[in-house]
Each structure stands twice: as C-alpha cells, then as structure tokens.
C-alpha cells in the first residue's frame, strides 16, 4: 500500500510540476537533447555501439546454433550402436558448450573494451 502512495504522489508531482514549466519549457528540453545526440562524440559511440551489435554480438548465437548441428549430426548418424552415437553427442555437446562460452567471453571482451573507450 505504501508503494502505491508513493507512486501516485510521484505522479502528482511530477504533472503539477511539468504542467507550471509549460510546453516552451518542454521544447527547450528537448531541442537541448537533440543538439547533444548530434554531437561528434555522441555519434562516434553510436557508431561503436553499432559496430559492437554487428560483430561480437552474432558470434553466440551462431556458436549455439553450430553447436546444436553438429550434436544432431552425430546422434543421427548412420553408423554405430547407439551407445556410440550417445557418446559422439555427448562429446559434440562439450565442444560446443566450449565454443559458446569462448564466443560469450570474447563478446564480454569486445563489451568491455567498448565501454572503455567510450570512457576516453
């Protein structure tokens, strides 16, 4: 009950407050905001930000999806007593399960070293 009062009277305040700034006030804000997206360094991380999503991202999606192949591929094989074909998969499903976390860390890393540049 307490939280819902609080959140009310946030509410109230925050309309009582923007309805006395008014819509001129609004407008400064946000053309305030634009010019400040449009800025060469704020560009500069979007772009890096973009380029991050491109590359480091795909690659755990795609580890798992290779992965998830190669364990199907060896449970169906033609050949061999199902033992064998349970125990390629089990071996496929640890190569891939490494892959995966090679592919995590080193989009945590391409993260990271993003985040420190933009720092710069």
Known sequence: ????IGIIVGLAAGY??????GRERYEQIKDRAQQLWKTEP????????????KTAASAVPSAVWDGAVKIV???TKKTGTPGDKLDAAIDESKDAAADV???AKETADAAKEAANDAGK
């Open 42 to 53: 704020v560009q500069k991380q979007v772009e890096n930000v973009k380029d991050l999503g």
């Open 73 to 75: 591929k060896a449970a």
């Open 1 to 4: 009950m307490r939280g819902k």
């Open 16 to 21: 009582v407050l923007g309805s006395r700034a």
């Open 101 to 103: 976390k090679d592919a």
